[in-house]
C-alpha cells in the first residue's frame, strides 16, 4: 500500500517545534500543488535553507518526522528557481516514489484541516494551533479540534472461489472494486459492513472477519478492510446511484481494478494469490 514506504520513516508524532531549522524539510501548497525539488528523474523534499537562504520563516506549522528529519507546513510564498516544481496533488496516486507520495497526501489533509478551521465553529472566534498537541484551540470559548478522520469500512465478500467486485458510477476505466462506505453514528464496524453491502449491492454476508487497515488522507479517511462471505446464489441488486454494476468473479477472471497502492486493491491481489 501507498503508506508503507520502507526503509524510510515516517512518524506522525507531535513536536512543539516552533523554529525552522536550515536543514527541515519544507512543504509549501499552491493551491492543490506541492513545491518539490527536481533530482535527476525524481524528487525529494526542498528543505529551508534552499528556499528561503538566511531568511526567517515566519508562519510554519509542524506537520510530522520523514527520516528523523522534522517537516514543517511554510506559507510565506518561497523564491524558487528552474530547480523546483509544484505537483498537483492528484498525481501521487501513480507516483513512483512512494515516500513522496505518502508523506504529500499526509501534509496536504493537515492542510486542509488548519485551513477549514481558522473560525470557530460554536463561536466565530479566531483560532490558535495548540502548542502541546495536535490540535487546534479556539481563542474565545475554548473549543479544541482535532484532525478530522472518518472511519469507512472496505469488504471483500467471498463465496468459495469468487469474490465479488463492484463498478462505481464514478470510475474511469471500467474499473471495479470491494464495495466500501462509511461508518453511521451509533454503528459497529460490522454492522456497517452488513448495511452497506445489502444497500449498495443487496447481499446477506456472514462470518464477517477483520482483514488489514489503511489511512487515506485524500478523503480524511481511515479504511478498515473486512472480509465476509455470502452466498453466490442470492440476487444482486444493485442501488444505482453509488453502483452500477457488480458481479462474481474468479481468480483467473479478474476485471480492471485499483493497483496495491490502495486497501481495495491489495485485498483483491491477496484473493488473487489465494491468501484471502
Not at 2 to 11: E, G
Not at 89 to 108: P, Y
Not at 131 to 158: F, L, Q
Request: aromatic share 12%; proline share 4%.
Amino acid at each position: 500500500m501507498i503508506n508503507s514506504i520502507l526503509p524510510h520513516k515516517f512518524d506522525n508524532q507531535y513536536h512543539n517545534y516552533t523554529i525552522v531549522n536550515d536543514n527541515d524539510y519544507i512543504f509549501h501548497f499552491k493551491g492543490n500543488s506541492l513545491l518539490l525539488e527536481i533530482n535527476g528523474d525524481e524528487y525529494k523534499f526542498p528543505v529551508k535553507k534552499e528556499l528561503y537562504g538566511e531568511a526567517n520563516v515566519t508562519v510554519a506549522s509542524f506537520l510530522f518526522s520523514f527520516n528523523d528529519k522534522p517537516c514543517f507546513l511554510v506559507w510565506d510564498i518561497p523564491q524558487i528557481t528552474n530547480r523546483y516544481t509544484y505537483k498537483e496533488i492528484n498525481l501521487f496516486r501513480k507516483f513512483k516514489q512512494r515516500e513522496i507520495a505518502w508523506l504529500s497526501m499526509v501534509a496536504f489533509q493537515l492542510m486542509n484541516w488548519i485551513l477549514s478551521n481558522k473560525y470557530c465553529g460554536k463561536c466565530g472566534s479566531k483560532t490558535e494551533e495548540k502548542r502541546d498537541e495536535r490540535a487546534i484551540i479556539c481563542s474565545g470559548c475554548n473549543t479544541i479540534v482535532y484532525p478530522k478522520i472518518s472511519p469507512a469500512i472496505i469488504v471483500a465478500i467471498v463465496c468459495n472461489d469468487k469474490i465479488l467486485l463492484a463498478h462505481n458510477s464514478n470510475f474511469a476505466n471500467n474499473w471495479y472494486s470491494l464495495v466500501a462506505g462509511y461508518a453511521d453514528i451509533g454503528e459497529s464496524l460490522e454492522e456497517t459492513v452488513i448495511r452497506e453491502v445489502k444497500e449498495e449491492v443487496g447481499l446477506d454476508v456472514k462470518n464477517i472477519r477483520y482483514c488489514k487497515s489503511q489511512p487515506w488522507p485524500y478523503s480524511g479517511s481511515l479504511m478498515i478492510g473486512f472480509v465476509a462471505e455470502a452466498d453466490e446464489l442470492q440476487p444482486i441488486h444493485v442501488d444505482n446511484i453509488e453502483i452500477n454494476e457488480a458481479a462474481w468473479f474468479t481468480r483467473e477472471n479478474l476485471p480492471n481494478h485499483p493497483p496495491n497502492i490502495s486497501i481495495s486493491g491489495e485485498m483483491i491481489e491477496l484473493f488473487e494469490k489465494g491468501k484471502l
